[in-house]
């Protein structure tokens, strides 16, 4: 019998990183103490004692691409955990692993991008750590970035306004707020990150304009919650537009159903997944969220997305509904099909 | 011109680390926003609105040793980091980096620890992430561990308590707050850590019965507040007793005067120190710290400390004064000489 290691399929955000999620990691670390939003609900960030708090690691290769490095890569993903929680970010946190050898020049272009990035976003870093370990131990550089974030009055009018409507279960922007009617918001173009950094890569003998989104979307979801009406959010890392919308389906006991020509795509991804034969909707995003709103502010919520730089590109790409199970896509041909979450990565180390 | 490199020196705690953060990190992380406690102050946690905020990356190896391993490590070193700012610990976060190929059984034993140490500690773990990363990419696993705390009435009352007998800085423990009168305190033994690493490292020929102190301070901490008169508090980690006194000493600026003969130390690691050449004060801990107290109340918190199982061996170990700069040591022998901070880690990777 061979023992069971541990596979890069295992931690690559799709259904068998879940699994091994739920089986490994849930089945021990059961709640110590009650907390208003924790581990067990898988969710962008925890609620404990009224503050969001979340934490991702970055070894994205190579560490510079079109569009960002892992630096702004690490405090706007972050910042974003945090915003698609319906959270003022606050403050985030910068754990640096470098490998000995590491260029003192690249590591300073990483901490300006992060200072950039930081500062542009009005969220600062304010607490650090730095370990060096062997040539060889590690690839480069590594970055933690945990993040806190805090409840605000524009995410008490927003939970107001939803309430008006219909009765919510949690409020804060979680992946089980979704019920039949709630529309779906994609807030830009799907796959961008994705696609520049394997394009960018060596070997892949082609080349294209995609340019990573990587960008903090606080400012953008503050907006949308001056509207009001929202009651989910998710910023589509990891797996994608499938993913997103399958775990959302799945927490929210609800179908979705959504129609493939009303998701934004870029012409450079269309192409390169074309060639490369991805889909797109599998495909990783850093500076794009996934909303769910109440029908009848559905449109001004849109409205709002439309009139900020990161949300130009929004669209109502579908809606919540009884009358189908998990999540269908209507395809641009007129068929529809189940649009199953994916089981792995097709880009590994995008994040 | 050949490129300047980050080597091992540069994250080794010590004086190195000190000026490479200083110049390349500080230089460019100004504050965005002024915050209680920023990362300018190098503290062990920062405070933003009033909640305090810590992280740590580990890259200990071997993962498994004497007295712990990676996973209890992480949530332990967390949890410290957030009682030394005298912050009640509310919750952990845990990121981990998993090379392919580590075995899930080892998996599954750290997060079997850290789910044990949390539970004991009554402190949950609430969000994490998980990444995989290829052969060779990293040394089988890296974990992130940030952490939130919040004030409580307990600190109010240590507080009051300092406030009585003179000024104080800050109203957390920091290491700027210490002014000449005040008393030192070690919570046990020194050096346990580190040595029970590197006897356990294959190569070194020798064994000892020495484990890691690796444990959660904030019970302890708890207790010596409900005493009071606490100014400043530190664990004992990276570059040791010498590195957090010379911190201390720079950061409010007044001098401190050590006893070494008052300073506890286990037989087994001055054995190993004196067969290796290593100084016992510039040795990690990670179940350790260093209290600052106003004098009046010292012989009151070591009371309190010794009726702790962590803090039993705790030692007053000599005062702040503005008779001598820097650090000074009193020998066993007689005489006294300069306390230096460590230029690097004699023990890498502890944690």
Redesign the interface.
């Known amino acids: 019998m061979v023992?069971?290691?541990?596979?890069?399929?295992?931690?690559?955000g799709g259904e068998r990183?879940h699994e091994?999620?739920r089986k490994?990691?849930l089945a021990?670390?059961?709640?110590?103490?009650p907390?208003e939003i924790?581990?067990n609900r898988l969710d962008d960030?925890?609620i404990?004692?009224g503050?969001a708090?979340?934490?991702?690691?970055?070894?994205v290769r190579p560490l510079f691409f079109p569009g960002g490095d892992i630096g702004s890569l690490a405090v706007a993903g972050t910042i974003n955990d945090l915003a698609v929680m319906g959270a003022e970010p606050?403050?985030v946190?910068?754990?640096?692993?470098?490998?000995?050898?590491?260029?003192?020049?690249d590591?300073?272009r990483v901490?300006?991008s992060?200072?950039e990035t930081?500062?542009k976003?009005?969220?600062?870093?304010?607490?650090?750590?730095?370990?060096?370990?062997?040539r060889?131990?590690?690839?480069q550089l590594?970055i933690?970035t945990?993040g806190?974030g805090?409840r605000t009055r524009r995410l008490d009018h927003n939970f107001a306004v939803a309430r008006r409507h219909r009765q919510v279960r949690d409020l804060w922007l979680t992946d089980g707020n979704l019920a039949a009617g709630d529309a779906l918001i994609v807030t830009g173009t799907v796959g961008d990150h994705g696609i520049a950094l394997i394009s960018f890569r060596e070997g892949y003998g082609f080349e294209t304009s995609v340019q990573s989104d990587a960008a903090p979307l606080h400012t953008m979801m503050a907006k949308a919650l001056e509207v009001g009406g929202l009651v989910a959010a998710k910023d589509l890392t990891r797996g994608g537009l499938a993913n997103a919308l399958n775990e959302w389906s799945e927490k929210s006991a609800v179908g979705l159903r959504v129609r493939e020509s009303a998701i934004p795509l870029s012409q450079g991804v269309v192409s390169a997944c074309e060639m490369l034969g991805l889909d797109p909707l599998e495909i990783g995003n850093e500076g794009k969220a996934l909303l769910g709103v109440v029908p009848a502010m559905a449109e001004k919520v849109l409205s709002a997305l439309q009139a900020t730089p990161e949300g130009a590109k929004a669209a109502i790409i579908g809606e919540a509904t009884d009358e189908v199970r998990g999540v269908v896509l209507e395809t641009v041909v007129g068929g529809s099909r189940p649009l199953l979450p994916p089981s792995g990565d097709p880009i590994?180390?995008i994040c």
Chains 1, 2 share one sequence.
Do not use: W
């Open positions: 023992a069971r290691t541990i596979t890069l399929a295992d931690g690559a990183m091994l999620v490994h990691v021990r670390f059961s709640e110590v103490r907390v924790g581990l960030a925890a404990v004692d503050v708090f979340t934490t991702d690691s970055y070894t606050l403050a946190s910068c754990a640096m692993i470098v490998e000995e050898g590491f260029s003192l020049e590591f300073d901490l300006a992060m200072a930081s500062r976003a009005g969220v600062p870093i304010v607490t650090g750590d730095l370990k060096v370990v062997e060889g131990a590690a690839q590594f933690n945990s806190i805090r590994p180390r």
